[in-house]
């Protein structure tokens, strides 16, 4: 086994009084497509700025290709994040510049390389998504699915060796989808690089990944391959792969009586 | 009793905290900025294409709105003038109110409400739409690459805007002092040169719009980085700048008037 | 917008902005502080300075020859010394008189130079010792009213007898 590229150590992360992330521990290795599967809010989109170091866990250890994140000083993480490639919800495209411009932004900004050599990489990296014909288009003249597939160009401009997925599947057309989804997996390995796709859309995850977590009130409740999990006789992944309404996961926010609640006399309704 | 009383000064302190902590977090911000500008500044085409944005768009609204005030100047101050003999002095009545006052204020009031405002929905989109982020995960400092030009783009701009608003209500003072009520054009423009001071009118309105470019720029940068990620936050953060912008640069504007124009 | 574009309108943008500030400086304004390596100091002593103030212009023959730079107040005589910048280009003998004259009816307060006979000129920190002061206007109104009032008086009887 190689050595992990990204690993997670009991990590806590707080956003002021809440504990989004109470011990999480984790490791990808290169190579590998890891999915991080939870319900909405239970700090999937954290842990992904935990790893980008856009935020710092109060405790435990979140190491990138072996360094921790938070001893980083802010210049030596600009130089780490140059390895890191990230894919946003919505893709997050420049919308002031063209696709092509968009896909150049990281290569202008980040490297010296001639003009010509970044006009070769940008066809390159948009041919490898089959949005080479789309170059001259701006953000705005897109479809939901193009864009992000011109923003997974834009993300892997710098050939990173961690890529980062935030819900690439949401809001998708389903032949849409498992475009995106097998251009995860085809890039992954293409570049070598290890993946982490923070979803919560089973059926296409667990088409393409190596591996799943899932994530409920700040731990790793379970965690296996796709095959193990979609035999897992655990109540909470039962529910998750399964779409259950209720299960571990209550579909009622915990509340008071609902009769109480109403003004109604207690037990009339029962 | 006791209870109401301290609900009463907790209210009245929680917006003062709120205030005083946001304006802490704007001054670190600004240090930010200016910590980052040498780079940003490098790449001057940046700053162009913000200078085009924030400025060369506001012209028009610049000109045209100088230009009316100039004529509504023109056309009270003779009215009063001429009641006193002296309408050969509205040349001196027109520039000096516009160079001393209106050019920096007003136009710095458009500039705010023109540029500072799409300074702000930008950023805020940009924000919201997690452009910053996606920039921050390129490795590339998005104060460096988008704040810090948006704000050199509404500090250099300002400037020119009012003169522009100064130079273009003086004309508008002319077409109606000369054009339309018959002044002479020669005791018009000799009055008014004789009585500016290059040095004591001129300079120190140009020297009030430099202090009204950054006050701007920064609100709209600040609420701009500061917006929620929300449609309505934007839309807020948007409306707040114009408010506070306004609000700042009529306080300035009495702070730097009583600093240029009297004890001299 | 393209970046050749943008780098078009700015560029004109700035030579609009200096063009305004152009004809700021050059139609608009003066340049009314002379430059302090043109000019020499003379002192005068007023008995009333009026209105005048720092900066005022002075002038002779209607014509701006400098600036009052300083007014205090003499401990001893109880007078008003008034400093004068004059220009360099301009020598006045040391006779000349200066007075307190107003530009209009209520316009600002400026000194007149009158050049006298001397043959010698004043030199830096000279005196001009010649002066006449402010006419107040409270002071001319009521010395009118005064002579008024005499003059109604002798005229009464007259009328009458008309």
């Known amino acids: 086994m190689p050595n992990p590229v990204v690993r997670f150590d009991g990590v806590r992360f707080a956003y002021g009084e809440t504990d989004i992330l109470r011990d999480v521990s984790l490791s990808v290795v290169p190579g590998q497509v890891v999915a991080i599967m939870g319900g909405s809010g239970s700090g999937k989109t954290t842990l992904l700025r935990l790893i980008g170091g856009q935020l710092r866990a109060n405790a435990g250890r979140v190491e990138v290709d072996g360094e921790d994140m938070a001893t980083l000083s802010e210049s030596a993480l600009y130089e780490r994040r140059k390895k890191l490639g990230m894919l946003f919800q919505f893709g997050a495209l420049f919308t002031d510049l063209s696709v092509f411009d968009n896909v150049a932004f990281p290569l202008r900004e980040r490297t010296d390389l001639p003009e010509s050599m970044v006009r070769d990489l940008v066809l390159m990296k948009l041919q490898a998504v089959g949005l080479r014909g789309a170059a001259k288009l701006m953000p705005a003249e897109l479809s939901g699915g193009m864009a992000r597939r011109v923003a997974l160009a834009r993300a892997i401009a710098l050939d990173p060796r961690v890529m980062l997925y935030d819900e690439p599947f949401t809001g998708l057309d389903p032949i849409s989808l498992s475009t995106i989804g097998s251009l995860i997996r085809e890039l992954n390995d293409a570049l070598g690089a290890a993946s982490i796709v923070v979803t919560h859309d089973v059926a296409e995850s667990l088409a393409i990944v190596d591996y799943v977590y899932f994530l409920a009130e700040g731990r790793v409740i379970a965690e296996g391959t796709p095959d193990s999990v979609r035999e897992s006789a655990h109540p909470f992944v039962r529910q998750f792969v399964g779409g259950e309404k209720d299960g571990p996961l209550p579909f009622h926010k915990p509340a008071g009586p609902y009769a109480t609640d109403l003004g109604l006399e207690d037990g009339r309704h029962d | 009793m006791t209870n109401v009383l301290v609900r009463f000064f907790a209210r009245l302190g929680a917006p003062l905290t709120g205030a005083i902590i946001k304006l802490g977090f704007a001054c670190r911000f600004f240090l930010a900025i200016l910590r980052h500008s040498p780079t940003s500044l490098l790449r001057f085409q940046l700053t162009m294409r913000e200078i085009w944005f924030a400025g060369v768009l506001s012209v028009l609204i610049i000109a045209v709105s100088g230009l009316f005030v100039g004529m509504v100047l023109a056309l009270q101050g003779y009215e009063t003038l001429v009641r006193f003999g002296s309408s050969s002095a509205l040349g001196i009545l027109v520039s000096l109110s516009l160079v001393r006052e209106l050019g920096p204020v007003v136009g710095a009031l458009l500039f705010a409400s023109r540029a500072g405002s799409a300074i702000t929905a930008e950023i805020g989109l940009m924000k919201a739409t997690e452009q910053l982020a996606a920039m921050e995960m390129m490795a590339v400092n998005p104060i460096a690459r988008v704040v810090a030009p948006k704000f050199w783009g509404g500090v250099l701009s300002m400037p020119l805007l009012a003169a522009m608003f100064s130079a273009m209500g003086i004309f508008g003072g002319y077409l109606i002092g000369v054009q339309m009520l018959g002044l002479d054009p020669g005791s018009f423009w000799s009055q008014m040169q004789a009585s500016v001071d290059f040095r004591g009118d001129v300079l120190n309105g140009v020297i009030k719009s430099v202090f009204f470019g950054v006050a701007i720029s920064l609100i709209a940068v600040f609420e701009g980085y500061d917006a929620p990620p929300t449609a309505e936050g934007v839309s807020r953060a948007t409306t707040r700048t114009v408010v506070t912008s306004a609000l700042v640069i009529l306080a300035l504007d009495f702070v730097l008037t009583a600093f240029m124009f009297t004890g001299m | ?162």
């Open chain 3, 1 to 162: 917008m393209k970046r050749g574009m943008i780098d078009f309108w700015v560029g004109l943008f700035a030579v609009a902005g200096a063009a305004a500030l152009l004809f700021l400086a050059i139609k608009v304004s003066s340049q009314s502080t002379l430059p302090a390596t043109s000019t020499y100091a003379v002192t005068a002593n007023f008995e009333n300075i009026g209105g005048l103030k720092v900066r005022a212009p002075v002038k002779s023959a209607g014509v701006v020859v400098g600036r009052v730079t300083g007014i205090e107040l003499d401990p001893n005589l109880y007078v008003a010394r008034v400093t004068l910048a004059l220009d360099a280009r301009y020598h006045f003998s040391r006779d000349s008189s200066a007075q307190i004259l107003t530009s209009g009816l209520l316009g600002e307060q400026y000194i007149g130079l009158e050049p006298g006979a001397d043959d010698k000129n004043l030199e830096a920190g000279g005196r001009i010792t010649i002066t006449s002061s402010a006419v107040v206007l409270e002071q001319l109104i009521s010395r009118f009213l005064f002579s008024k009032a005499e003059t109604a008086g002798e005229q009464t009887p007259t009328e009458h007898a008309q």
